[in-house]
Nanobody, 123 residues
């Protein structure tokens, strides 16, 4: 069982940056590939980024490639999403998830989810 809690969301102007954190419970955190998803108002949740349990490999949606960076600190049971050059279309609720394999872009491959944190990018 893994419990996930996101933080770091907020309101930022276009072009700005935010760093999201996802704190996990449990001693087996390092065994889980992790992912970030987002859901904009009126839209389906979409994949953003994923990282292996070791942190050595990462994967990004085309829409965020070159702007977002996923990382993890297994000693702190935390995964991060550094978001730079934010755009209004990046607005949404961002959720982290613990999965079963990498790279996994489908929601169904993730077993545990956080409650999400709101990111709003103003133009």
């Amino acid at each position: 069982q893994v419990q996930l809690v996101e933080s770091g969301g907020g309101l930022v102007q276009a072009g700005g940056s935010l760093r999201l954190s996802c704190a996990a419970s449990g001693r087996t955190f390092r065994t889980y590939p992790m992912g970030w998803f987002r859901q904009a108002p009126g839209k389906e949740r979409e994949f953003v980024s994923a990282i292996t349990g070791s942190g050595y490999s990462t994967y990004y949606a085309d829409s965020v490639k070159g702007r977002f960076t996923i990382s993890r600190d297994n000693a702190k049971n935390t995964v991060y999403l550094q978001m730079n050059s934010l755009k209004p279309e990046d607005t949404g609720v961002y959720s982290c998830a613990a999965g079963t394999y990498y790279p996994a872009t489908r929601e169904s491959t993730y077993n545990y989810w956080g409650q999400g944190t709101q990111v709003t990018v103003s133009s």
